[in-house]
């Protein structure tokens, strides 16, 4: 059973950093691309970004670009993304989505997501 | 960027309902669209991929259809745990996905 658990959310104030993770289990996770996507509070899903099996291709969202790192350490069956530079815009539930393949379209084809870590960015 | 235009915004149906919702894309995406249910305070959970193609373990009375610009997710028969919110995405322009806005499914 596909399994992603994420965890590091909290309040923290506008400009300060945060690093939130994902623990993957019940698949090869070196196999697959990885991703994170959020949900700001009664809004809707937005992409975020992502990563393929081997960290050779990252994307990221406009929204975050320069602010944010995703990473993964597959020795660890881990994904990361550091965020730093936090907005009050950025306050919202971060999911990590699994995707389908290693990379290409199909890579960014999410098939299972974990249950969320709420990040709140307010002073 | 490839903007994905869901319609409708939020739908009343009655359980055994017959209930289609409507994704179109600015531009041609061929077969590279998903359907989700997100239900309140849950995480989204695929129900189709490759526009038509059922996800593991999900019932039969939902069913995706389409290519190109415009897509379609249909629920035969509503049962009482459909009723949920429903998005689409759009990942041809990878790394650029895009979901549509997302449908509130609510019971009549």
């Known amino acids: 059973e596909v399994q992603l658990v994420e965890s590091g959310g909290g309040l923290i104030q506008p400009g300060r950093s945060l690093r939130l993770s994902c623990a993957a289990s019940?698949?090869?996770?070196?196999?697959?691309?990885m991703h994170w996507v959020r949900q700001a509070p009664g809004k809707g899903l937005e992409w975020v970004s992502g990563i393929s099996w081997n960290s050779g291709s990252i994307g990221y969202a406009d929204s975050v670009k320069g602010r944010f790192t995703i990473s993964r350490d597959n020795a660890k069956n881990s994904l990361y993304l550091q965020m730093n530079s936090l907005r009050a815009e950025d306050t919202a539930l971060y999911y990590c989505a699994k995707g389908s393949q290693g990379s290409g379209r199909d890579g960014y084809n999410f098939d299972y997501w974990g249950q969320g870590t709420l990040v709140t960015v307010s002073s | 960027d490839i903007q994905m235009t869901q319609s409708p915004s939020s739908l009343s149906a009655s359980v055994g309902d017959r209930v289609t919702i409507t994704c179109r894309a600015s531009q041609g995406i061929r077969n590279d669209l998903g359907w989700y249910q997100q239900k309140p305070g849950k995480a989204p959970k695929r129900l189709i991929y490759a526009a038509s193609r059922l996800h593991s373990g999900v019932p039969s009375r939902f069913s995706g259809s389409g290519s190109g610009t415009e897509f379609t997710l249909t629920i035969s028969s509503l049962q009482p745990e459909d009723f949920a919110t429903y998005y689409c995405?759009?990942?041809?322009?990878?790394?650029?996905?895009?979901f549509g806005q997302g449908t509130k499914l609510e019971i009549k």
């Open positions: 019940g698949f090869t996770f070196d196999d697959y691309a």
């Open positions: 995405l759009q990942h041809n322009s990878s790394p650029f996905v895009t």
